[in-house]
C-alpha cells in the first residue's frame, strides 16, 4: 500500500518493529503479534505450516517487555531484561547461541559474553544485518552475530561471534543504533564512535571506501552530540538537542534530506527547518515525529515507503497522507 492501512487485529499496541517482509507488535499486555512473510519461522511456527499471514497472529509462549526485529528473526527482552531470538539462524550466529545455528521457531536465550560465565541483562536491543548490539545494565555495549569483512562487531576480526564482544570496552554508552552493517554510539562523555561498513561514508565520511575495523571517534563534544540515533543500509542520521535532523552518508536517493548530490556527504541538516521528537531510518528512507506530532518521511519511495500517496523519492520531509 502507498498510503497506511490499519492493522486489523483487536489488540493494543505500545511498540511495533519491522523486519525484512514481516511486522511485529508488542502488545500493551506484553505479548507477540506478528504479520506478514513467515520464512524462517519467525511468526512462532514451521515455514511448512505457515507461509505467510496477512492479518496479525499471536506468537504463542512468548511475552516481553521490549521487542526488536532483524532481516528474518526477532529478539525479546524478558523482564529480567534476558535476551531471547527465534527466526533465521546460520553458521553467522545471529541468534546468539553456537547451540542454534538453522532457523529456530521457538525463542533460543542468547548466551553469555565473550570471557563471562552468565548472561547479560540488557535494557536496549538493536539490529542490523545478521547480528544484534545489546545495552547493558552495566552501559556497557555487547554485540554478536555476524562480522565478516565489513567489522560489524567492531572487535578488530573478521569473525562471527555466538557470545557478545565489547566494541567500546568498559566504556559506558548512553544510547546507540546499528545500521545494516555499521553501528554508531555515544557514550557517557559526549563523544560519538562508530565502526564497520563504510563504503559510502555511512561510519566516517572522511575515510569513505574503507570499512572500519574497531570504533573510531565520529563527534567529539564539541563538535556534536546526537540526542538520538537513526542509522540506514549507506547513511545515518541524528537528531541535535534542538530537534534538527542532521543526516551523512550517501544521498543517492535524497535519503540525507538534500536535494543536492547523489554521492558521499558529511553531516548537514534535513531540508524544510522541521524540529523532529523521534527519528527512524529504513534501509535507504528516513521517517521521524514532528514536534507537531505529524510524521513527515524522506528519501527512497520506489515501493511507497514513504506513505505520500505515490512512489516518487522525496529530498525533504514530506508529510505522510491521513494526518
Known amino acids: ?46 515455514y511448512a505450516s505457515l507461509w505467510y499471514s496477512p492479518t496479525p497472529r499471536l506468537v504463542p509462549n512468548r511475552q516481553y517487555e521490549k521487542l526488536g526485529t532483524f532481516g528474518y528473526g526477532a529478539c525479546g527482552l ?65 554485540c554478536w ?12 576480526t573478521t569473525t562471527h561471534r555466538a557470545r557478545a564482544v565489547r566494541p567500546l570496552g568498559d566504556k559506558v554508552v548512553k544510547h546507540f ?41 565520529r563527534f567529539t563534544p564539541a563538535q556534536f552530540v546526537p540526542a538520538s540515533l537513526a542509522l540506514g543500509a549507506d547513511h545515518a542520521c541524528a537528531l541535535d538537542p534542538e530537534g534538527r535532523a542532521q543526516c551523512w552518508g550517501s544521498n543517492a536517493v535524497h535519503q540525507l534530506g538534500r536535494s543536492t548530490g547523489g554521492g558521499t ?10 524540529r523532529f521528537t523521534q527519528l527512524a531510518s529504513g534501509d535507504n528512507h528516513v521517517c521521524g515525529i514532528a514536534k507537531d506530532g505529524k510524521a513527515y518521511c524522506w528519501g527512497e519511495n520506489k515501493y511507497g515507503q514513504l506513505g505520500t500517496g505515490d512512489r516518487v523519492d522525496k529530498a525533504q520531509p514530506t508529510l505522510v497522507v491521513g494526518q
Open 78 to 142: 524478558d523482564a529480567g531484561g534476558f535476551a531471547y531470538c527465534w527466526g533465521s539462524g546460520s553458521s553467522y550466529y545471529e541468534l546468539g547461541n553456537s547451540s542454534f545455528t538453522s532457523d529456530q521457531i521457538n525463542p533460543v536465550a542468547v548466551s553469555a559474553p565473550e570471557g563471562e560465565s552468565s548472561a547479560m541483562s540488557f535494557v536496549e536491543l538493536r539490529h542490523g544485518d545478521y547480528f544484534s548490539c545489546g545495552l547493558a545494565t552495566t552501559g556497557r555495549l555487547y
Open 177 to 217: 543504533d546499528v545500521g545494516l552493517a555499521f553501528t554508531c554510539a555515544v557514550t557517557n562523555d559526549d563523544t560519538t564512535y562508530c565502526w564497520g561498513k563504510n563504503d559510502k561514508g555511512q561510519a566516517n565520511p572522511s575515510t569513505a571506501g574503507t570499512n572500519v575495523t574497531t570504533p573510531v571517534v
Open 265 to 274: 556527504a558529511d553531516i548537514g541538516e534535513v531540508q524544510g527547518g522541521l
Open 1 to 46: 500500500y502507498e498510503i497506511p492501512q490499519r492493522a486489523d487485529a483487536d489488540v493494543s499496541f505500545e511498540a511495533v518493529k519491522l523486519g525484512r517482509w514481516f511486522t511485529c507488535g508488542l502488545s500493551k499486555e506484553k505479548e507477540v503479534w506478528r504479520w506478514g512473510d513467515n520464512s524462517d519461522g519467525v511468526l512462532g511456527v514451521a
Open 145 to 156: 552475530g555476524r562480522n565478516g569483512n565489513e567489522y560489524r562487531l567492531g572487535d578488530g
